[in-house]
Nanobody, 125 residues
Framework: QVQLVESGGGLVQAGGSLRLSCAAS????????MGWFRQTPGKEREFVAA????????YYADSVKGRFTISRDNTKNTMSLQMNSLRPGDTAVYYC??????????????????WGQGTQVTVSS
């Protein structure tokens, strides 16, 4: 059974930091691109960051560039998102995602086949 499980969300004050983790099981994820997306009520899911199979290509949304860092550890089948200098506008449910076949990093929701259940991040002002 393919499964992605996010953890690390919570409540933090503006300017603070959180580290999200995504644990993958049910298949080997080391050959596939992965990403982080977020969603707020009434809005479409939006791209946050993506990483290629070997970490060689990384993309960030302009809104998080310079504040967030995506990484992966293929030996442990995990991916992380270090979030610094958090803002109230970062408040959302954050989702981990993986591609089924492609090794590349891309910023499009429809490119990803497997999704976690999401973890809530709330940034207070």
């Amino acid at each position: 059974q393919v499964q992605l499980v996010e953890s690390g969300g919570g409540l933090v004050q503006a300017g603070g930091s959180l580290r999200l983790s995504c644990a993958a099981s049910g298949r080997t994820y080391s050959d596939y691109g992965m990403g982080w997306f977020r969603q707020t009520p009434g809005k479409e899911r939006e791209f946050v960051a993506a990483i290629s199979w070997n970490g060689g290509t990384i993309y960030y949304a302009d809104s998080v560039k310079g504040r967030f860092t995506i990484s992966r550890d293929n030996t442990k089948n995990t991916m992380s998102l270090q979030m610094n200098s958090l803002r109230p506008g970062d408040t959302a449910v954050y989702y981990c995602a993986s591609k089924r076949r492609a090794y590349s990093a891309t910023p499009y929701v429809h490119d990803y086949d497997y999704w976690g259940q999401g973890t809530q991040v709330t940034v207070s002002s």
